[in-house]
């Protein structure tokens, strides 16, 4: 099973407030992906990544962003973060090769409340 | 962009019954994958199923990518199946993974 750690668990912060939400893969994945999760959205995808210094806009992206500074470690940053951005992070990371399968594994996810 | 559609919202069942969970999405160069939220949040991949029918224990993902839709069967219900079912899509060729809004199994 591949491992992906988020830190930190929980997050408080004002707004105007600067926020780096961390994540790292150890299993050399090419593919790294920043999601937020809002009761009645599922899963939507900010920010991901093919590999170190490559990013790719998702589909909620403003208000956000990136940076894949190696294989292993992608950050998500929040310059001046906003109530609307309190929400539950995912971080989560996959192989994208051997024949196309492209299976995601997450992190425990982030908490983030903007007060 | 790539749009997918979940169905029901929730569901609530009794122990013991089946329970069918649906999925359709707008292209037919999909792959098509299911998760499944535990109630305190941890999500864990149950299926990557491009096309045709896999089996897991009581799971069975099956995916028909030329109609556009994959359906997740559950059978015989228990207490511990509770959570959230997610389907997820990427276009073959491509890795950008959207995620359904899921279903809320009870």
């Known amino acids: 099973e591949a491992a992906v750690t988020q830190s930190p668990r929980n997050k408080v912060t004002v707004t105007g407030g600067n926020v780096t939400l961390s994540c790292r893969q150890t299993n050399s994945h090419n593919y790294m992906y920043w999601y937020r999760q809002d009761t009645g959205h599922g899963l939507r995808l900010i920010h991901y990544s093919y590999g170190a210094g490559n990013l790719q806009i998702g589909d909620v992206p403003d208000g956000y962003k990136a940076t894949r500074t190696t294989q292993e470690d992608f950050f998500l940053l929040l310059e001046l973060a906003s109530p609307s951005q309190t929400s539950l992070y995912f971080c989560?990371?996959?192989?994208?090769?051997?024949?196309?399968?492209?299976?995601?594994?997450f992190g425990a996810g982030t908490r983030l409340s903007v007060l | 962009g790539q749009q997918v559609q979940q169905s029901p919202a929730s569901l609530v069942l009794q122990e013991g019954e089946n329970a069918e969970l649906q999925c359709n999405f707008s292209?037919?160069?999909?792959?098509l994958q299911w998760f499944y939220q535990h109630p305190g949040g941890r999500l864990v991949s149950l299926f990557y199923n491009p096309s045709g029918t896999k089996h897991t224990g009581r799971l069975t993902s099956t995916t028909v990518t030329n109609e556009r839709r994959g359906s997740l069967h559950i059978s015989s219900s228990q207490t511990t199946d509770s959570g959230t079912y997610f389907c997820a899509i990427d276009q073959t060729g491509g890795y950008k993974v959207v995620f359904g809004s899921g279903t809320r199994l009870l």
């Open positions: 292209s037919t160069a999909t792959r």
């Open positions: 989560a990371s996959s192989d994208g090769t051997g024949g196309g399968q492209n299976t995601l594994y």
